[in-house]
């Protein structure tokens, strides 16, 4: 029987979230604190007086950016920022397409509220609209932290650029912790200009530490004067966010027109080479493998899933290395149970479909290019990576849309100098 899914509330109407998990690194010997747990900082709720201004920027029922400034100290090293349901409404009323901007000395929460789904859940868990509440923090990192994470990057070859920041946004129900899932947003950074982020190997990742895990994150910059933007996608849970460089290169595509994407791909962790320092890009592609770099891509193997593929599939094994992720595509819907045939092969029409299901990708796609085809019947391991990497594309190009709509307006000096005075 097919596995239900953890019941996630549908904060955001963009599921666009890229996060790749990468590699597993020692766990931190310290406790990170749970979500629920934490005292943090005395809450910055923001008014309906300031929703109610920052949509009289633009005309009623017009698609605008919803400017929300966080009056805080400029030196704060940790902001804790509530919103009400009530408010998300107004702005979602207005227009479904209005992107929230939460700017903060410590940097810039954006994201595009979901209204329906806060409806819906007030109506499920019959409470008013007023008693919900999605708080979003962030804070800096202490010099142990840092180090910690320093330490475990370079273990697995990435090397910091900027230092880490923890992230989380949650929603909360009559005075009580909710949930943290479901909410997909960006966060913007200002770095110096000279930051040297490398558009094959550099990227913002995600970091748990409470497994190990690092993950890639869709990541664009731009340089603005003597500073560096840089928007990242981020999730509801605790996690420490930070850019890295990390080189990953195979030496049979050093020479290819396509060694770019293979890079690329490494360096997001969708894709690991034959562990040789090869790539082998002529191969054909297997359904195992494809499995593999979907569930990376979207990082979507949870625990469990390796039996889980057991239970579906007549030809799986939990000992067999793609089992997790054969199970993780079976839980979400994207495989069905039967004969998995990890050793049979895929066409590039295939692979497109199974990106060309989301939206968001639907509607990006028309600007990306046209599909790749492939030079056979099946895709080989090269033009499988050069469709993924086509796919990241549209994803960036969406953050980099939403990086254009936060700069709208934007005064750093002014952002910079806001106090709660």
Known sequence: ??????????????????????VQAPVFAGEFPDSAAVAGPEPIVITPEQVEQA?????????????????????????????????????????????VVLETPLGVFASFLNGDAFRQLAEELDVAVENIWVEAAVRTTGPDEREQIRRAAEEQG?????????????????????????????????LPSETALDRVFSTA?????????????TTVSSVHGDR????????????????????????DVLDAPYREAVHRMAAHGIIKGTGDGAFRPDRLLTRAELAAM?????AMEEEGDAELAVEAFD????????????????????????????????????????????????????????RIPAGGPYATRAEAVTIFDQMLKAYELFTERVQQRILQGWDHERSESRTNE
């Open 205 to 217: 990742m995600g970091f748990n530490p409470k497994n190990g895990r690092f993950w890639a994150k």
């Open 315 to 370: 030809d799986v094994d939990a000992d067999d290395w793609f089992a997790g992720y054969a199970g993780a595509l079976y839980r979400t819907g994207i495989l069905e149970g039967g004969r998995f045939n990890p050793n049979g092969h895929v066409t590039a029409d295939e692979i497109y479909a199974a990106f060309l299901s989301n939206e968001i990708v639907q509607s990006m796609f028309p600007f990306v290019g046209e």
């Open 158 to 190: 990435m090397t910091l650029l900027a230092e880490p920041v923890a992230v989380k946004i949650e929603a909360w129900v009559n005075g009580e912790f909710f949930t943290n899932e479901g909410f997909d947003a960006f966060f913007t950074q200002w």
């Open 1 to 22: 029987m097919k596995r239900a899914g953890k019941r996630k509330l549908p904060v955001l109407c963009v599921a666009m979230l890229l996060a790749v998990s990468v």
């Open 228 to 251: 560096q933007m840089v928007t990242m996608t981020v999730c509801g849970c605790v996690h420490y966010y930070f850019v890295v460089t990390n080189v990953k290169t195979f030496s």
């Open 55 to 99: 949509l009289a920027h633009g005309a009623p029922g017009e698609e605008k950016t919803v400017r929300l400034a966080v009056r805080a100290d400029a030196d704060a090293e940790h902001l804790l920022v509530r919103l009400n349901a009530a408010q998300i409404l107004a702005i979602y009323d207005d227009h479904p397409r209005n992107l």
């Open 294 to 298: 979907a569930a990376r891509f979207y």
